[in-house]
């Protein structure tokens, strides 16, 4: 983040704290969610942790659909046994 802030400060000149303020959650929102990373193969900060999110869901999603196909299983299994009871 050094480096983000140091971009910052040789830019700007601030006036006021209210404006440094503004002026920094300005260059952060630019720095996270426009600005490409080298480090993260030219995706910004907000792309890259959104693909992260998008492949836990997705994660998520096959375990529940393997996990209801395995319960059907079972419950097929179960009543099988049952009827040969």
């Known amino acids: 983040m ?3 802030q140091d971009d910052l400060l040789k830019d700007y000149v601030f006036d006021s704290k209210s404006n440094s ?3 920094l959650w ?3 929102s630019y720095y996270n969610e426009h600005r ?4 993260i193969n030219g995706l910004t900060p907000k ?10 869901n997705n994660k998520e ?3 529940d659909k393997k996990n209801k196909e395995e319960n059907k299983e079972n ?3 179960n009543e099988d ?5």
């Open 61 to 63: 999603k096959k375990n």
């Open 2 to 4: 050094q480096r983000s």
């Open 75 to 77: 419950n097929i299994k």
């Open 47 to 56: 792309q890259f942790n959104d693909r992260l999110i998008d492949k836990e």
């Open 36 to 39: 490409p990373h080298q480090g």
């Open 21 to 23: 303020e503004q002026e």
């Open 26 to 28: 300005t260059y952060l």
């Open 81 to 85: 046994k049952k009827q040969e009871k």
